[in-house]
């Protein structure tokens, strides 16, 4: 259970089938929730039932079995777990106490059943009545010199109705300092697009799957943290199309994977290769993959070859011949030097691209933490317009999202630099005059906190201390705020690591009914692919005393504005009055609102560049150049290893489930460093080395983990591996995107220094 010595042995099993219907039931078991979770199970993701909390991959519609996986079970388990953080519980613990447990111990512990208040004199969390809770908040928030000292946190599991009016209630406070979970995700997807293509978006929806002709997917654990991703991926497959695997790491399920829906393959015990091409790229090489694929097209097309979609680059675009420049003169001994892979197999990727006449190309964190992730997510657009493929079925931009309203959350208003003719919206439909500026974003919030800006910080959810990086600068940044709010589900982190007042507020959880004085509400989310569904919770809640995320934003806004001009008690009871505002403030996208999303499936919301619409200054689709080969800036140290952090199987982001990571074969020990073998050698260490890694940096600042376990692992050389949250100390607030403040949570420099 604890965090001791790793137990390492190859998972020789196809990823999904047996191993995760077992996996299932065991976790289900663990929390205690057999019949209360497989109850709850059967709704989820059903039209009438919620929304599954995991991730924001898309359902399939009118699906006739039960479309939910090990993950999605796992993060349904542990909120509807029967464990509770009682009174007595914070009674018997001092918060300096419960910082001494791990993530794992605090996640156990179970559901919050009542709001609490810091009381520094016991170093005790202590019972709190919702009242005097809303009456602290708005006497902080009251007191600020300026509201720019305050920042407000989203984390993406908010729904839209809380965020919408979350996003209402900041800006008549007069900031737009909206820190997002985003800034440290696909933020470099949603500032890196709209130039290129012109939304932020992915343009792919799930039914593209099924007539794509090539599939790539760059950057992205999808058997672990998209699982219903494989459902799409094992029937392309099936149907003989060929998917191109870009990673680092040989994840599990890119090489066999079991459908646990198909009964034939469950019975027989068998399974489907996903990957029909396996890149196995260094880390941050895939600048030079996606170069080295449009050099190949370029040289083919010069010598008479009719690949590039010529009518939709005259029709639609604007700046190939610079990117045609810019990869004809890159030399193959450099892209397979940067990329680490061979030339062959780059031109046997080209050659699956060309033939297609549908290509989607999906992507993940390992695109985006990177120090140009935007820029990068250019390039894939860029390669995507040679040919053609916006604007038909079966091709597309498919950025996959993490939390499961992380898109819908932005969608309605959580953006830090909102544009003029959204804040002209809400004034004409508010009737108060939202602040202009620019806000911070999440590394910038940081930094105010730390030179003493920030004074009051309130988190819609999310663990904030615990995902930003910098551990021990963000930890000691939080220390000096004069109030941190959480409002949250489960104990965590950033409870223990808080402001002189401090709240811990609790809400009703995804799968939980909320129940008003008008009757039943539902939420609503927009999924990855831009679909909005309704999301009705059918267990009661953990505890009487919980409130939903909407009357907690009404109620702090209440309390934090007395004279506003915005009828928040009337959005408390009735949600659909919620959506007829977000109607008013969107009407392009979410007109009729109310009536649509009653459909059991819900609806899309446009997306222009499906249409060969392109919302660009110009109208057209651009070609965005960035020369060179390399995503990060060179850094001249000869042990130099690049450090990408992970997500284990067995977490979602700060939530650690276990200490075992089963399809990379990890069991014990999330305290480990996947290396290649021969890295290993070179650095004169003994198999499984007990080391410390530090971060190569020029900012005076020392940054270092102990105790990482050595596990030979086939990584590329230079290449290195670790679990985040655990390893963020190593990195530096100021290691970023500078376009979109993503940290390069992908591309971290690190050296060994001790054993
Ligand atoms: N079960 C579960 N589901 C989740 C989450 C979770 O924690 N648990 N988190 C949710 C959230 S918020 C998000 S954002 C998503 C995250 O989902 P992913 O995008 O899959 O995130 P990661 O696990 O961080 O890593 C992505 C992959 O990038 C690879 N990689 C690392 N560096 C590079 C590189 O330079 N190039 C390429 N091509 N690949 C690289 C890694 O080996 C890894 O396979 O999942 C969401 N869903
Ligand atoms: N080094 C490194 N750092 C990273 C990443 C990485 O790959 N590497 N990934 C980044 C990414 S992609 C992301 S998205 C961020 C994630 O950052 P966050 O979104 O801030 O973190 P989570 O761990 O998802 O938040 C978990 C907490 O949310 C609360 N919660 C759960 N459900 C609900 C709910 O329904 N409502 C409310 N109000 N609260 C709820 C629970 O109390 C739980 O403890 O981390 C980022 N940090
Ligand atoms: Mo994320």
Redesign the pocket.
Known sequence: MADGKPRFKAYEQPAGGWGAAAATAKILLEQSVVAKGSRALLAMNQPGGFKCP???FPDAECKKTLDFCE?GA??LAFEATKFRVTREFFEKHTVSELMEQSDYWLEMQGRLTEPMRYDAGTDHYVPCDWDSAFALIGSHLRALESPHQAEFYTS?RTPNEAAFLYSIFVREFGTNNFPD?SNM??EPTSRGLPPAIGVGKGTVILEDFAHAEAIFV?????G???PRMMTALVEARKRGVPIVV????P?RAFIRFTEPQDIVQMATFGSTPIASEFVH?R????LALLKGIMKVIFEREAQGEKIIDQDFIQQHTVGMDAVRDDALAQAWPEIVRVSGVSEEQIRRCAEIYIRSCATVICY????TQ?QQGSKLTQQVANLLFLKGNFGRPGAGISP????SN?QGDRTVGIDEKPSQAYLDRVRDVFGFEPPRAHGHHTVESVAAMQDGTAKVFIGLGGNFVRAVPDTDRSYAAMRKLALTVAITTKLNRGHLVHGRDALILPVIARSEAIRTAAGEQFITIEDSMSNVTASRGVLPPASPDLLPEVEIVCRMARAALPGSKVPWESYIDDYDAIRDKIAEVYPALYSGFSEKIKSPNGFHLDVAPRRLVWLTPNGKANFLLFPGLDVNAPVSDPGMLRL????S?D???TTIYSFNDRYRGVRDSRMVLFMNVDDRIERGLEPNASITLETISSDGVERRVEGLTVLDYPMPRGSV?GY?PELNPLLPLEYHDKISGTPAA??IPVRVVGS
């Open positions: 995991s991730c924001a993950n796992k993060a993406g979970c995700c696909h760059m950057g992205h654990n999808s672990t943290n998209a870009v990673n680092p790491m994840e790229i880390i941050g090489g895939d993940g964190m390992g695109v990177h996959i999202r993490g939390h992380v990408a952090t992970v997500r199987h977490q979602f982001n591996a985040y992908k591309s």
